[in-house]
């Protein structure tokens, strides 16, 4: 199994400012990484797959990049909807599909 | 637009079963592998299971082998997870969820592009 691990557990930025996020993978999964954000009482939406390729309708600030074992997702300037619970997950080894605990963005 | 809406979930008793549902509307649902996946309170997301398009391959987590199955009623667009013996650390919101399809190829994809809101699982006496 692939263990995902992200740091760091709790990030506080202020408004305007860069957040970046990590996640490594315990074994190389190629670039099969996706970022997921989920805000309080939503579903998880998707934000970037293939490591680096941004979904449908997710604004340009959002940037991922990494390969094998090292993941960064970065949000580039932070709006306030932007606030939420981040998570990586890899789809190169499976089953079972493994997320990583999450990373929560908080304001400062 | 794409919908997914989970039902079925509730309180039962340990070792007690439940059924989720997942109806699919707004896209083609029968060329989609599906999956089901979990979030316990306060916890991250858990994959549980996967299905293909016909049902013929299905995956499981490996703490819900045996316990729970997974399966699909292509001609009602739906999804469904039975659930037995349930555990205490079986109680999470269930999110029915799809693997992206590629219409040009014909490929799937193993992120998860659709999701529903989820249904609440509580397993406790």
């Known amino acids: 199994e692939v263990v995902m691990t992200q740091s760091p557990a709790t990030l506080s930025v202020s408004p305007g400012e860069r957040a970046t996020l990590s996640c490594r993978a315990s074994l190389r999964v190629g670039r099969n990484l996706a970022w997921y954000q989920q805000k309080p009482g939503q579903a998880p939406r998707l934000l970037i797959y293939g490591a680096s390729t941004r979904a449908a309708g997710v604004p340009a600030r959002f940037s991922g990049s990494g390969s094998e074992t090292e993941f960064t997702l970065i949000i580039s300037s932070l709006q306030s909807e932007d606030f939420a619970i981040y998570y990586c997950?890899?789809?190169?080894?499976?089953?079972?599909?493994?997320f990583g605990q999450g990373t929560k963005v908080e304001m400062k | 637009e794409v919908q997914l809406v989970e039902s079925g979930g509730g309180l039962v008793p340990p070792g007690g079963s439940l059924r989720l549902s997942c109806a699919a509307s707004g896209f083609t649902s029968t060329l989609y592998w599906m999956a089901w996946v979990r979030q316990a309170p306060g916890k991250g997301l858990e994959w549980v299971a996967t299905i293909k398009q016909d049902g013929s391959e299905k995956y499981y987590l490996d703490s819900v082998q045996g316990r729970f199955t997974i399966s699909r009623d292509n001609a009602k667009n739906s999804l469904y997870l039975q659930m037995r013996s349930l555990r205490a650390d079986d109680t999470a919101r269930y999110y029915c969820?799809?693997?992206?399809?590629?219409?040009?190829?014909?490929?799937?994809?193993?992120?998860?592009?659709?999701w529903g809101q989820g249904t609440l699982v509580t397993v406790s006496s």
């Open positions: 997950q890899q789809y190169d080894n499976w089953p079972p599909f493994t």
């Open positions: 969820a799809s693997h992206p399809y590629y219409y040009g190829s014909g490929n799937q994809d193993w992120f998860y592009d659709y």
